[in-house]
């Protein structure tokens, strides 16, 4: 049972960590909406988190998936995060900085090493009444926010800067796969800690779990160890990589 709203959020191609994610009314970068000022101060806390629905850019639920998509898994920590202005008077965007904890996996087809720290969009608030001090949480269901202290093993793809038509460019980084791609793993166990905003122990992350498909990599080593989803990839065989429609267009070169 959700102990949060679950709304849905219109969704257009903006990068936002492993999603492609913009609320109702967002402007593309450099639109004309009026921006208020932001600071790179914790947020107040708030009691509920605005739901809505991610759009996968790349398959991202089965251990072939994370091996076939993925450059790298990796054990990571949230050290850090800073407002960021997304050209919406309603809402405010968010940038996070992961520290990395272990490197758990690298494929064959990696160009690059994943660094120690980097940053990556996360969701971040919906400004009630267009104040920036009164804000809600805005998350993704199924699928973690990404909050300061908790730590998480995630795939990462490194992708290139792109240029969607009407969105402006999308900056090259460090993304995950998708909505499966990023599991909770507070205590050393998978599947416990932050998960749509809220902390969970053991037992409610077993509950929210009762819906998710046996065969995600999520579900395969729920209450386990990183070594675990290590050696759970380490036997997977990848998969022929294929391109999808939405990392195709113009490199913004």
């Known amino acids: 049972m959700r102990s949060s709203p679950l709304v ?10 492993s999603l492609m994610v913009c609320l109702t009314g967002c402007g593309s970068a450099g639109g004309n909406a009026t921006s ?12 509920n988190v605005l739901l809505g629905y991610g759009e ?3 398959p991202n639920e089965t251990p072939k998936d994370w091996v076939t998509y993925a450059d790298h898994v990796a054990v990571v920590t949230v050290t850090g995060q800073k407002d960021v202005d997304i050209g919406d008077a309603t809402s405010v965007g968010r940038r996070v900085t992961l520290r990395v904890e272990k490197v758990l996996w690298s494929g064959e ?14 969701l ?10 009164d804000r809600q949480k805005i998350g993704t269901s199924g699928t973690p926010r ?39 793993y507070d205590d050393n166990t998978v599947g416990v800690g932050e998960l749509e905003g809220t902390t969970r122990g053991l037992a409610q992350a077993r509950a929210a779990a009762e819906d998710t498909p046996v065969y995600t990599v ?22 022929k990589r294929k391109q999808f429609a939405v990392q195709s267009g113009s490199t913004c070169e």
């Open 8 to 17: 849905r959020i219109s969704l257009s191609a903006v990068a936002i960590g």
């Open 146 to 184: 990404l909050e300061v202290g908790h730590t998480y093993i995630s795939a990462y793809v490194w992708e290139s800067a792109r240029c969607a038509e009407g969105d402006g460019k999308i900056p090259a980084g460090w993304r995950g796969l998708g909505t499966q791609s990023t599991l909770p």
């Open 109 to 122: 087809h990696a160009d690059a090493e994943l660094p120690k720290t980097f940053t990556q969009l996360g």
């Open 124 to 133: 971040g608030w919906k400004l009630r009444d267009g104040d920036v001090n």
């Open 218 to 239: 999520g579900a395969l080593t729920f209450g386990k160890s990183a070594a675990d989803v290590q050696q759970l990839l380490a036997k997977t065989t990848p998969g």
């Open 36 to 47: 208020p000022s932001f600071s790179t101060s914790d947020p107040p806390a708030t009691a």
């Open 56 to 58: 996968d850019r790349l």
